[in-house]
């Protein structure tokens, strides 16, 4: 099994709509999980943690799986700002290193 | 509170020639990872340094590229005799505590494209 395993997209959905992106990962030692946002390979930014009870942030849901081991990612009622690859990040289980899946790419159209 | 620096923004380089990426990590902050993204791929881990430590270079190649953090100044990424297959945006990232899990939020700088010519 792949260390992430992430849908490369692209999602193409018009604006308004609601969008969900998946994310597995093998490394059951993993305690901290992320989604990071990456806009046109610039430098990514903290979009949202993942706690396991599921977390919330305005449009933006966050759940985590560790009996299936994937976190998701929904984006209600999107913009064209939210077009941009969105990463799936979780720690290596003992040094701060962070794993990143390839990102998957959202393309939102009016 | 600026964020994390890197310079230069951009680097050309012939083959063979050395390479020298600097990162400066926010402020408060002395603990730095290196990351690198290849051309149509995801970020990989290269190394984590703290303060005059190399905590992590599981992700170094073996050959060619080293790191440091000296007690003053940046953070250096070297890669000597660069070949094409160097070319790449190279983050750098930092974080205020000591990267144990759960791991506390890293902060990326907006990266030194290099390019080999």
């Known amino acids: 099994r792949k260390e992430v395993e992430q849908d490369p997209g692209p999602f193409n959905v018009p604006e308004g709509a609601t969008v969900a992106f998946n994310c597995t990962y093998s490394?059951?030692?993993?305690?901290?999980f992320f989604w990071y946002r990456q806009d046109c390979r610039k430098e990514p930014k903290l979009l949202m943690s993942v706690y396991s009870s599921g977390n919330e942030d305005g449009r933006f849901t966050a759940q985590l799986n560790r009996a299936s081991q994937y976190i998701s990612l929904l984006i209600r009622d999107s913009k064209l700002s939210d077009s941009a690859t969105y990463l799936c990040?979780?720690?290596?289980?003992?040094?701060?290193?962070?794993?990143f899946g390839q990102g998957t790419t959202l393309q939102v159209k009016p | 509170n600026a964020g994390v620096m890197q310079n230069p923004r951009h680097l050309v380089r012939r083959r063979g020639q050395e390479a020298r990426l600097r990162c400066s990590p926010m402020k408060g902050h002395s603990h730095v990872y290196w990351y690198r993204q290849l051309p149509e791929e995801g970020l990989k881990f290269m190394v984590y340094l703290q303060k005059e430590n190399i905590i992590d270079e599981s992700g170094m190649p073996k050959e060619r590229f080293s790191a440091e953090f000296p007690k003053e100044g940046p953070s250096i990424l070297r890669i000597q005799q660069v070949v094409r297959g160097d070319s790449a945006a190279y983050f750098c990232?930092?974080?205020?505590?000591?990267?144990?899990?759960?791991?506390?939020?890293?902060?990326f700088g907006p990266g030194t494209r290099l390019t080999v010519l």
């Open positions: 990040v979780f720690d290596s289980g003992n040094t701060g290193k962070l794993i």
């Open positions: 490394n059951s030692a993993s305690q901290s």
């Open positions: 990232a930092s974080s205020p505590s000591p990267g144990q899990a759960p791991t506390d939020t890293q902060y």
